[in-house]
């Protein structure tokens, strides 16, 4: 396919144009969805700047947000924002070489300080070989479960035999799970994520409330309240529970042939007495395969062996992309460098608090 005679461009996208787009994309994510960008609106932190374009034969959107009060000569428009997972362009049939050189020409030709754009890892090859020269690729990797054949075939021959002694143990647990989209879970989700923080803050020797002020990820209830809000029945929370104590939670987030797991959390000590995070993945993978999804996107590990090994036993493999880059002023290394001061900061803390004779596990990681 391809685009030719470009005739106008709107902004914000219309949404039912927009829907209408992501409906004849066979590779479009619920990432790429209107409803997606209007949850990372709802944060208060970001505002539209969607685009839409039409050609003589085609309409192309690309999801696309800025930071709220920024100027546009100051501001790194985002397809999608940090820690919002991946975004890039929706055409009928999958974007073409094309389309993106089109958006490309577009981007870098607008008064803004720079562009980032998270392609799905499906397109990986349009997005290489429509990359303009002087933008940045970075490579990004993510674990994907085929869910071909169903959830029997995903249980008989891509789960390992620990994986299924591990559900069959959380099933025996006596774990009760509750699955849903409410403002209520939203929150619960939230508590596990502050527990998990806690734990990882007093396994480093550090005050709870660094990391907790410090995360950049920044979750909040009201974060995850939007995204059920926004996505209706295709969000869905899992949350364990223990005789009423909380054990761990998740998103199961669905589209078309996608499924993803976004956020997941636990009490530690907890999760793996009870093999509460297997028990959840069960039950996600079980209902993706339910609603006809063809894949489910495990996400990224950081290079966290623990994470990279539990996905990959749950029959999960790496699937690549390159996350793209376009800056007329240094953000990156602005970031990377307060990062490294933070990172410093937080390391004097813990020798201090070693000093002190407190008992501290140091990650360096």
């Known amino acids: 396919m391809s685009s030719s005679g470009l005739v106008g461009i709107i902004t914000p996208a219309p949404r039912e144009a927009w829907w209408e787009v992501v409906s004849t994309d066979p590779r479009a994510t619920i990432f790429q969805t209107p409803g997606w960008l209007d949850a990372i609106c709802a944060t208060g932190k970001f505002i539209d700047v969607s685009r839409l374009y039409m050609t003589e034969t085609r309409t192309v959107v690309l999801p696309l947000v800025r930071r709220r009060g920024i100027p546009a000569l100051l501001a790194i428009d985002a397809s999608p924002p940090a820690y919002w997972s991946t975004g890039g362009v929706v055409a009928a049939g999958g974007p073409s070489v094309a389309d993106v050189t089109m958006v490309w020409k577009d981007m870098l030709g607008r008064r803004i300080a720079g562009t980032r754009i998270r392609p799905h890892y499906e ?137 993803s797991y976004w956020r997941g959390y636990s009490n530690l000590q907890t999760a793996r007495a009870t093999r509460a995070n297997n028990l959840l993945q069960h039950l996600a993978i079980q209902e993706a395969c339910a609603r006809g999804c063809r894949s489910y996107n495990m996400g990224e590990s950081g290079g966290v062996p623990s994470l990279v090994e539990f996905k990959t036993r749950h029959g999960a493999v790496p699937r690549s992309f390159e996350q793209y880059e376009h800056e007329r002023l240094p953000y990156t290394a602005l970031a990377h460098g307060w990062s490294q001061v933070e990172g410093l900061g937080a390391r004097a803390l813990v020798q201090l608090r070693a000093g002190r004779g407190s008992r501290v596990l140091v990650d360096n990681g």
């Not at 290489?128 to 995903?154: F, K, N, T, W």
């Not at 021959?157 to 989209?181: D, H, N, P, Q, T």
């Not at 002020?213 to 209830?221: C, I, V």
């Open 123 to 259: 397109t990986r090859e349009t997005w290489r070989a429509a990359a303009p020269r002087g933008v940045r690729a970075i490579e990004q990797r993510v674990h994907v479960l085929d869910l071909s054949g169903g959830y029997g075939e995903v249980w008989r021959s891509r789960f390992s035999s620990s994986v299924r002694r591990a559900i069959r143990k959380g099933e025996a647990a006596g774990l009760e799970v509750e699955v849903g989209s409410s403002e209520r879970l939203a929150v619960e989700l939230h508590q596990l994520y502050v527990t998990w923080l806690r734990l990882r803050a007093q396994d480093r020797g550090l005050p709870p409330a660094i990391l907790l002020a410090h995360n950049p990820m920044r979750e909040s209830p009201q974060k995850f309240a939007a995204v059920a809000a926004k996505l209706g029945d295709n969000c869905q929370f899992l949350i364990a529970r223990r005789h009423g104590e909380l054990v761990a939670g998740m998103m199961l987030l669905t589209h078309g042939d996608h499924a």
